[in-house]
């Protein structure tokens, strides 16, 4: 199994940035990190939930959603199982639950998800 925890969200003004952090564990991953693709989603109000950005363990290479390139950048800490978001200028439309998730990078679906963090910008 796969446990994801969420940190780092909370309210910003327009501008400021935050980092967010999802602590990875369980032998499953543990184990098969290597194969692991790790992304961030968020999921506005009334809104379904979207890509952010991923980032595949084992060669570091990243992908982002065109409406957070250039602001937005992942990366994980191999030696802590750490995968963290930094989001730098904020906007009041990056105000959602992020939500950390977990897939064997083989497959097209995220199995693992975490709790949620909220990231509210005010303006």
């Known amino acids: 199994q796969v446990q994801l925890v969420e940190s780092g969200g909370g309210l910003v003004q327009a501008g400021g940035s935050l980092r967010l952090s999802c602590a990875a564990s369980g032998r499953t991953f543990s184990d098969y990190k290597l194969g692991y693709q790790m992304g961030w989603f968020r999921q506005a109000p009334g809104k379904e939930r979207e890509f952010v950005s991923a980032i595949r363990w084992i060669t570091g290479s990243t992908t982002y959603a065109d409406s957070v390139k250039g602001r937005f950048t992942i990366s994980r800490d191999n030696a802590k199982n750490m995968v963290y978001l930094q989001m730098n200028s904020l906007k009041p439309e990056d105000t959602a639950v992020y939500y950390c998730?977990?897939?064997?990078?083989?497959?097209?679906?995220?199995?693992?998800w975490g709790q949620g963090t909220q990231v509210t910008v005010s303006s």
């Open positions: 998730a977990g897939r064997p990078f083989r497959t097209d679906e995220y199995p693992y």
